[in-house]
């Protein structure tokens, strides 16, 4: 049995409302490769994600990010608007829990647009489990994204937001049917045709993991 835990901290605020938009909404995501992970592998991975997200109605442009300062540097635009960043860092905080695969930072209201996923966590799951790399990647990374745009408590009894993965859902995972709920799909399409894109975000973190 997979099991996932949250854990919270919270520091300051960040910038989401809204009302719902039925035909879907657009979601860039800036993705900084910090574990380097083998660019075919990360296209696949994001492909899984964005297979997931726009299932929910959500769809999402990828933009490939280097360290800030380097000449490659492709991100230096303001966090505004519906801009989300997710890092894949090559190991995990210390103190954290060897079922912790990712982290995703809010704020008190349950605001956020930066997220973690943890490179040595996905790859021990793929191997003690024999699934997809690429399959378990892109999944971290949707529920990542899914704790930013649903904010806290975001765990679900089903799903892909589920707190414990358990073998029927790494079933799922490799069928590419491990989903967001219909409810979960209009609250997040409500989040992202709501955000105002003249609102900065001042900083805002709390850890929404698995």
């Given at each position: 049995m997979l099991?996932?835990?949250?854990?919270f901290i919270f520091i300051a605020v960040a910038t989401f409302s809204g009302v719902g938009d039925a035909q879907g909404a657009q979601l860039n995501v800036s993705v900084y490769n910090d574990a380097g992970v083998a660019p075919?592998?990360?296209?696949k991975a994001e492909f899984v994600a964005a297979t997931v997200l726009a299932r929910a109605g959500i769809h999402v442009?990828?933009?490939?990010?280097?360290?800030p300062g380097t000449s490659a540097y492709p991100c230096d635009h303001p966090d505004i608007g519906r801009q989300l960043s997710l890092r894949i860092t090559p190991t995990t905080i210390r103190s954290m829990?060897?079922?912790i695969?990712?982290?995703a930072f809010l704020s008190l209201e349950g605001k956020g647009r930066y997220a973690d996923v943890f490179y040595s966590r996905v790859l021990q799951l793929h191997d003690?489990?024999?699934t997809s790399l690429p399959d378990?990647?892109?999944c971290v990374m949707a529920h990542e994204l899914g704790h930013l745009l649903l904010g806290s408590n975001a765990h679900s009894t089903a799903g892909i937001m589920q707190r414990q993965w358990q073998a029927a859902e790494l079933n799922q995972l490799q069928k590419g049917a491990l989903l967001f709920t219909h409810e979960q799909a209009i609250k997040m399409q409500q989040r992202l045709s709501g955000i105002s894109e003249t609102q900065e975000l001042v900083a805002g973190r709390s850890l929404g993991s698995y």
């Open positions: 099991r996932f835990n949250a854990l075919p592998m990360l296209n442009t990828w933009e490939k990010c280097s360290a829990q060897a079922s695969f990712g982290v003690d489990n024999k378990v990647l892109g």
